[in-house]
């Protein structure tokens, strides 16, 4: 003879609230995590937003510049670049720097690399690049505009860097983005202007041209936080799941 287990009504009305009271905890869990998502991101976008690194021209000397051949040219160019971190909570690494001079949209050194370095929060480097080149091809109309230049009394020289860096908060670091930054330096240059090196003493801010928006960086900088953030709040339902199991089992 069989026996049969026959579960009360008042035994399947409290499984019913276990599963609902289960799935109201789950829901809250949810909700919490979302809004704990969206309130950080705000808060580190507030507080973080990081800007982009500024640099400025301190110096820059011409010591050598002229033609040789059929449009070759040959150039020696000191610069002093000042680096600046505007960023209270965002550390930046520099891993490449490469820096070249550049007349009339015409390139007329070879690319300089500077070496990498970490520049913490409001933080300033003074950088020093010897830029060369040799035989360099230019324009034909290269000799004109050098010559326009000299009449005018003055010559412009643009001065640029291709770099790459990475955003750096706690232990946190992003992944490498590219940047460009452009230096103009004006010289006086004329009939009347003594032999010797052509300089550039004035200083002038540069323009920096990050490929990377700043939104982009605080997102990754959320998104390393939002997959912390979740692995904890997963591990805490598991054992709200674990403890309702065992309840509904009794």
């Known amino acids: ?59 820059a000397e011409i010591n050598q510049l002229n033609l040789s051949g059929s449009h070759l040219i040959n150039s020696s160019i000191q610069l002093t670049l000042l680096s600046k971190n505007p960023n209270q909570k965002v550390g930046i690494y520099y891993d490449q720097l490469q820096v070249y001079a550049s007349y009339k949209g015409q390139q007329i050194t070879v690319d300089t690399s500077l070496p990498p370095f970490y520049q913490g929060h409001e933080d300033s480097n003074l950088l020093t690049a010897s830029l060369v080149g040799s ?50 330096a004006i010289m006086p240059f004329g009939p009347s202007i003594p032999s010797g090196p052509l300089s550039s003493k004035q200083g002038s801010q540069c323009s920096t041209t990050p490929l ?7 997102g990754g900088i959320c998104n390393h936080i939002y997959h912390s953030e979740m692995s904890s709040r997963e591990e805490s339902s598991m054992h709200v799941s674990s403890r309702t199991k065992a309840r509904n089992i009794k």
Request: overall charge positive; aromatic content about 12%.
């Open 1 to 59: 003879m069989s026996k049969i287990d026959a579960k009360s009504p008042q035994h399947c009305g409290e499984r019913r609230v276990n599963i609902y009271k289960f799935y109201k905890k789950l829901f809250y869990a949810f909700s919490t995590c979302l809004l704990s998502f969206l309130s950080l991101i705000l808060l580190v976008y507030l507080i973080l937003h990081p800007t982009k690194p500024e640099f400025s021209l301190k110096e």
């Open 135 to 184: 035989g360099l091809p230019v324009a034909a109309s290269f000799g004109y505009e050098v010559g326009r230049d000299q009449t005018a009394g003055q010559l412009a020289l643009n001065l640029k860097i291709n770099g790459r860096l990475r955003w750096k908060v706690g232990t946190w670091v992003s992944g490498r983005y590219r940047f460009n930054v452009n230096c103009v």
């Open 212 to 218: 990377l928006k700043g939104t982009q960086a605080v």
